[in-house]
């Protein structure tokens, strides 16, 4: 049961929505202070594949879909 918890969390899905949370937090966090620019698009970025990701697996089980 671990196993197959530990193989969801490395899929390409869970990687890179650690990845990016990780990015963001060091961004708004950090001392330094990104240009405004950069973190409007880093965001915008960041709502974007998150949004895709998450009803991705929505819309895939409602059409029967198993990927």
Avoid: Q
Wanted: charged share 25%.
């Amino acid at each position: 049961m671990w196993k197959k918890r530990l193989a969801n969390l490395l899929s390409v899905k869970s990687i890179v929505t650690l990845t990016m949370t990780a990015i963001l937090a060091w961004m708004l966090l950090a001392k330094i202070e990104p240009s405004k620019e950069l973190l409007s698009l880093y965001c915008t970025t960041y709502g974007a594949v998150m949004t895709y990701y998450f009803n991705r697996k929505e819309e895939e089980k409602e059409n029967g879909d198993s990927k």
